[in-house]
């Protein structure tokens, strides 16, 4: 698998390109729409062909570059069903998207948000927002909860062996993946804490709304562009 993990320093955000060698048939995680020509330029410089777009949930902090994506290469957008109405192919718990000979195992991890996905392929977990590094996703809009993240993270990702690898969708401290052994034992949000207390933590924190939540949100619901598009 060829595997590379991008940057948006604006938002903190983590695009993370995936393709399988043989088809050279790509996929990017979660694209920021202003660095889509950055994404297209590297897609072709490694000869690859881009046929998918993953979201890991509805962004509040930056806007999708999937629709873009979508209406210059053809690629088909994969997200949850409970979230974005605009994409192509809406996924829940255990389905699978193939790309060439590469399959991506789909997780549903909700609490950050209700639509909230993960991502699985080859020993690396895409986490999106659910689980980051040292850290989760906040809950406290888009249908978020607490418990349900908690519930997410532990019966869902900290099942997982613990060398698998973790990306996450954000890092605010300089720190481009961990893995679920790494997390379960020094994640301070949930390491030694019981459910009921990340629960209280979770609620107790006072956090000002992200910067681009009104813009956002509803541009991601329509993949990013100015109207949503219908599904193909």
């Not at 893995?179 to 009921?196: F, M, Q, Y």
């Amino acid at each position: 698998m060829l595997f590379r993990q991008l940057f948006d320093a604006e938002t903190s955000t983590y695009t993370y390109l995936l393709a399988d060698e043989a088809t050279r048939e790509a996929a990017l995680i979660d694209p920021v729409l202003e660095q889509v020509e950055r994404d297209l330029r590297l897609v072709e410089e490694l000869g690859l062909k881009l046929t998918r777009v993953l979201e890991t949930h509805v962004h509040a902090d930056h806007v999708t570059g999937a629709g873009v994506l979508r209406e210059r290469t053809g690629a088909t957008v994969v997200a949850s069903a409970r979230g974005a109405p605009c994409v192509s192919r809406k996924v829940g718990h255990g389905d699978v998207v193939r790309l060439g000979g590469l399959e991506l195992h789909v997780l549903e991890t909700p609490g950050h948000t209700d639509d909230s996905l993960s991502y699985l392929c080859e020993g690396r977990l895409f986490t999106g927002d659910a689980l980051l590094i040292r850290g989760t996703g906040r809950t406290d809009f888009q249908n978020g909860d607490a418990g349900q993240l908690h519930d997410s993270i532990t019966r869902h990702l900290f099942t997982l062996p613990e060398e698998t690898a973790v990306y996450p969708g954000h890092d605010y401290a300089g720190h481009a993946m961990s893995t679920i052994g790494e997390e379960k034992r020094h994640n301070p949000r949930l390491a030694r804490r019981t459910r009921e207390s990340f629960i209280a933590f979770m609620k107790g924190r006072q956090l000002p709304p992200p910067k681009k939540l009104d813009v956002a949100v509803p541009a991601n619901r329509a993949c990013g562009l100015g109207k949503p598009l219908l599904q193909t």
